[in-house]
């Protein structure tokens, strides 16, 4: 199977596209759990779905690119709306967010309905977005989620005093001059690149889960931002390549499902028996400090 | 009044903020002048963060102009340090507090520049100021509340301001922290720096502080404490429930007749 890897064409693409997919994905989402918006990725995946329908409608075209920029755009309009109706509507956030992700994925839904029953002979293969099938990436998506991933990257890597005094204490960002908002738009805009890069591989319904989980794991390691972010991606990595692996053996079973159930283990074991804070150690420290007392 | 306000820290001219179609803080007029430790005080909902972070551009302002050292908040950043409330962050952020200290010396540092050696040391010798240099490689979240208070006056300082704002700095601060938060006002003052605080405890306040901003919504009064600190004042501010106030304050002027006054030890703490 390693040997297979770097041999067999289908297998190197799914490799690598997934696990472009956990590096970016874990890396950003760091930055969403840390500011409490990790609900926020969920939003932008749902609304992913009616922007490559449009896309492929308009164009008729299934060229990655072009369904990425539609997801892109659906993307952004979600989180302008979104925004919006928090700030001028006193609606609380979770219930806006519920209303929008719903309605973008109904609206989705629908759509990718009326293309599956429409006579166009180009639009099998639509409904992998949902829920991901790794075994159809092909080099050249491969290669567009790389240039996505690495300018993600890119810009992450400028910008890391920028967003780690964002995600900290965005008021004080503000008072030294740098622009709170314009910040936080730039980290949503990479969020939904994480977002696009993750379509064909998790799919659009559990991409959420590929932003949080690997942060949330490698929260439970360290008390540091930099080995945090570097933790979450090869957190993020090792499930997608485990679970792409797995849902390519048998080319039945979808691969978001499988990545997520792989990564559920990684997030499970960290919650558990990471040193310091593992609720394991936790527990057992809070057993021996009880016993002391009855000791003395 | 050009003249005044270049040497005058703050000036505030008619300032009105609005949060949806209810005034928070109502046509403010005021001028701080140098020097002094100033304390911002009012009940509930007086507006007294608001009048921060309005003066450092936070929140959108419906009128109103504000002048700092004679210029814009823009213009005059470099020279301003501010303390936020301490409840404002999240404080299981995953770093340490000479971390956190640095973040004062990003605003000079400007984008993309990483805080590098000199940083480090300037940041380092800020929590000594505040006596939290054993700390320095301490997850944020193993701190006590005034420790953690420290490590943001240790910010603010990394600033390197002249003019400073906090935002009750003393709320749920343990006893060694009040007294390094004390010296430390006194320390900026000594060096000629301003210092505006939202201050909650009328009992500590004239001890604390030189120059007095009674605030509700609307400036009640504003000077030094000698003249400003009157039960008049407090009345016009507080309105009528605030008996406690007044009690203060006829001990304050019983303090300043030399009348021996029996210590009233318990203190209003101010939520």
Not at chain 2, 4 to 24: E, M, W
């Amino acid at each position: 199977m390693v040997i297979e890897l770097f041999t067999d064409y289908t297998l190197r693409n799914v490799a690598l596209g997934s696990a472009l997919l956990g590096i970016v994905s874990g890396v950003l989402g760091c930055f969403a759990v840390l500011r409490r918006q990790g609900l926020l990725g969920d939003a932008l995946a749902h609304a992913a779905l009616p922007g490559i329908c449009v896309a492929f409608l308009l164009t008729g075209s299934k060229a990655p690119l072009v369904l990425l920029i539609g997801a892109a755009l659906a993307g952004w309009l979600a989180t302008t709306l979104l925004l919006t109706a928090v700030r001028e509507t006193r609606l609380s956030a979770d219930s806006v967010l519920a209303i929008v992700l719903s309605t973008f994925f109904g609206f989705g839904i629908v759509l990718l309905t009326f293309i599956s029953k429409s006579e166009n002979a180009n639009q099998a293969g639509l409904d992998k977005f949902l829920f991901g099938q790794a075994a159809t990436l092909i080099a050249e998506d491969v290669q567009t989620m790389g240039l996505l991933g690495a300018a993600a990257l890119a810009v992450v890597a400028g910008l890391y005093k920028e967003f780690k005094l964002l995600a900290f204490d965005a008021e004080f960002a503000a008072s030294l001059g740098f622009p709170a908002r314009g910040l936080s738009v730039l980290l949503t805009s990479l969020i939904v690149i994480a977002v696009v890069i993750g379509l064909q591989t998790v799919g659009v319904v559990l991409m959420a889960a590929m932003l949080i989980g690997p942060a949330v794991a490698a929260r439970q390691w360290t008390n540091r931002l930099g080995v945090m972010l570097i933790l979450a991606a090869v957190f993020g990595a090792a499930s997608g390549v485990s679970g792409a692996l797995i849902s390519v053996s048998d080319a039945h079973i979808p691969t978001g499902p499988v990545i997520i159930l792989s990564l559920t283990a990684i997030v499970l074991g960290s919650l558990f028996f990471a040193p310091a804070r593992g609720l394991v150690w936790s527990t057992i420290r809070r057993r021996q400090q009880r016993a002391n007392m009855k000791v003395e | 009044m050009s003249n005044v306000s270049i040497d005058h820290p703050v000036v505030i001219h008619d300032l009105t903020v609005a949060y949806r179609d209810k005034p928070v803080l109502w046509d403010i007029e005021l001028s701080i002048p140098p020097g002094k430790l100033v304390a911002i005080i009012g009940p509930n909902g007086a507006g007294k963060s608001t009048l921060i972070k309005a003066v450092l551009g936070l929140v959108p302002t419906v009128a109103g102009t504000v002048s700092l050292f004679g210029g814009s908040y823009r213009e005059r950043r470099q020279m301003i340090g501010y303390v936020p409330q301490r409840s404002s962050v999240d404080w299981d952020f995953p770093t340490h507090a000479l971390d956190v200290v640095m973040m004062g010396t990003y605003g000079q540092l400007g984008w993309f520049k990483r805080p590098g050696k000199a940083q480090r040391e300037l940041a380092l010798r800020c929590l000594e100021q505040v006596g939290m240099a054993d700390f320095a490689n301490r997850q944020i979240s193993q701190l006590s509340g005034g420790q953690q208070q420290r490590v943001f006056l240790a910010r603010a300082l990394a600033q390197d301001a002249q003019l400073y704002f906090m935002d009750e700095p003393f709320v749920g601060v343990d006893a060694v922290t009040e007294r390094a938060i004390v010296n430390l006002l006194r320390d900026l003052r000594a060096r000629g720096k301003t210092v505006v605080c939202v201050h909650h405890d009328l009992d500590s306040a004239p001890e604390y502080f030189d120059w007095l901003v009674l605030l509700n919504v609307r400036l009640i009064a504003a000077g030094p404490f000698e003249t400003t600190f009157t039960s008049e004042n407090l009345r016009k501010t507080y309105g009528g429930t605030m008996g406690a106030a007044i009690k203060h304050i006829e001990h304050f002027e019983e303090d300043r007749l030399a009348i021996s006054v029996q210590a009233d030890t318990k203190r209003p703490n101010g939520h």
